[in-house]
């Protein structure tokens, strides 16, 4: 059983707020609409933060990092050690693609273990897990509920550690080898596809590894019985801990008026079963890329949000979303810096 909080209400967003930016668009010192996209995120921003100037300064990453039992079949191009490592690398301020993205964007970057097969604590990592590793669901469920609700609150208490520094946007990360595999069944039982339509190559498996992916995530959704379920359930049957973390930091984020940047593939697995398990949460995700994982443009569809690039990416740990930001911050900085035709002196269009 999920925790309570998980189905409350996130807030509306501000009508008042996002028709003033509409207006203030409007009155820019630039043709209607000339701006395209940028003008949009600026809107909705303003909506969701409750101003007349959205912000996108304040920008922290938390990367949630989570061990598969799936890997035992083989989906990964990778060993499973290589999620420890990565996540000490992360910690360590290394120089992984999401570390020289956080220093380069003046982001705080925080990585919490939420379910890797770490047997002790690592230096620099919040550890917040019920268990190490999910179980392997060609066999048995992933996670018990004990275990599901247990993530879910470890992504909460992320969220409540991020909105200490007063946080304009987060973005959410992950780290789990498998967890490609991970989130074509989550989003396969969700949509109610077959597994080959949402099953990509994740760490670079060839295409008879990607034909395994999708018979081994086909078998167990028919194994579970997952036709239909509820998002609980499938994320119980196939479900990660670092993703399940992650649909509970998107949910509690949004119900505290914080939007999210969302990533790739596997955090867009997560939101869609946020906003399958609290509706109200969806207005939050501000998209940010289109990832190279086939299934990826299915989900974005399923959340009716559009990316504002496609650039072939599919290297999870947030590192899409902290790509697309700069562009986020020019959105806000264009709405609230740019003259309007009566503060430039500029003629006008005809009324």
Known sequence: MLPEWVSQNCP????????????????LTKPTGALGRLEHIAVELAGLQQTEKPRAARVPIIIFAGD?????????????????????????????????LARELGLGLEVVDAGTLAG??????????????????????????????FAFECGRRA????EAGHPDLLIFGEMGIGNTTTSAAIASALLGVSADEIAGSGTGVDTAGRARKAQLVDAALALHRLAG?????????????????????IIAAAQRRIPVLIDGFIVSAGALAAVRLNPSCQPYLLPSHQSAEQGHRLILRALNVHPLVSLDLRLGEGSGA?????????????????????QANVPDRPA
Request: aromatic share 4%; net charge neutral; hydrophobic share 55%.
């Open 229 to 249: 379920a509820s998002a609980e359930k499938i994320m119980c049957a196939v479900g990660g801990l670092e993703i399940a973390a992650i649909c509970g930091a």
């Open 12 to 27: 509306d967003v501000s009508a008042v707020h996002r028709e003033a930016a509409l207006a203030r668009q409007r009155q």
């Open 322 to 342: 902290a790509i697309v930001l700069p562009l986020v911050r020019l959105a806000c900085a264009l709405h609230n810096g740019m003259a309007t035709f009566a």
């Open 68 to 100: 598969h039992g799936i890997v035992a079949q083989g989906v990964s191009a990778y060993p499973q050690e290589v999620t420890i490592a990565m996540m000490a690398n992360f910690a360590a301020g290394g120089a992984a693609a999401i570390s020289v």
């Open 120 to 149: 002790a604590p690592l230096a620099g990592v919040v550890t917040d897990k019920p268990r190490c590793g999910s179980r392997d669901f060609s066999v048995e469920a992933a996670l018990n509920p004990s275990e599901l609700a």
């Open 159 to 162: 969220v409540l550690r991020a």
